[in-house]
């Protein structure tokens, strides 16, 4: 069974259709212990950083212990952000710490670890089709062609470390996919990225 996680800030009803369309177990558990007995758990969000408060200490825990028992743990968009140290969009506010780094805004990305790229820096938020740069071969990536266009929707993004498994362009460059481990995340919204986000969604359902 995948647990996808509401805590207030994710779009819940996009991401449980893309994971019945590819056969996903999918329920939503309302208290922190019913996470004992998933193999996967899906953190969704989008909006601000201050959101992932409602993850309190019992669900950390929660998550960490199936982490420790061998289920998996996947972030979309805001929720890959979560998997970070934190955000500079909320001071203060820790991430789940599984990686190193401070997501930053788009316009503080290029003096952070994101790397500046030769496009200027465009509109912000970030909304719409954009492509995938596979820079390691992943379990995630399987199958998905170079340059893949996902959809994207945000202003805030983490940073390029060796967790990074794809990166976007977009002003600076960006991690949009991250691995290791038992853990993994996309920037972009798998529910909305048709056949290539479904096949990342079925990718990650696959290795759980």
Not at 28 to 35: D, I, M, N, S
Not at 114 to 126: F, N, Y
Not at 153 to 164: D, L, N
Request: net charge negative; proline share 4%.
């Amino acid at each position: 069974m995948i647990a996808l996680l509401d805590y207030g800030a994710g779009n819940l009803t996009s991401v449980r259709k893309a994971l019945s369309a590819i056969g996903a177990d999918v329920r939503t558990p309302v208290v922190a212990a019913e996470l004992a007995e998933v193999r996967g758990i899906i953190v969704p969000g989008v909006g601000h950083f201050a959101a992932t408060r409602a993850l309190s200490d019992e669900w950390r825990v929660a998550i960490q212990a199936a982490l420790d028992r061998g289920a998996a743990l996947f972030g979309i968009c805001l929720g890959m952000q979560w998997l970070f140290e934190g955000s500079t969009e909320a001071p203060g506010v820790r991430g789940f710490c599984a990686f190193l780094g401070e997501c930053s805004h788009l316009s503080d990305a290029g003096t952070q670890k994101p790397e500046i790229d030769a496009t200027p820096l465009r509109k912000i938020p970030h909304v719409g089709w954009n492509s995938l740069a596979i820079s390691r071969a992943t379990g995630l990536m399987a199958d998905v062609a170079p340059d893949a266009q996902v959809y994207f929707t945000h202003s805030y993004v983490a940073p390029v470390t060796e967790v990074a498994v794809a990166t976007t362009s977009y002003g600076v460059t960006f991690a949009s996919a991250v691995e290791q481990g038992r853990i993994a995340g996309v920037q972009f919204h798998p529910e909305k990225s048709s056949d290539v986000g479904l096949r990342i969604l079925g990718n990650w359902l696959r290795a759980v």
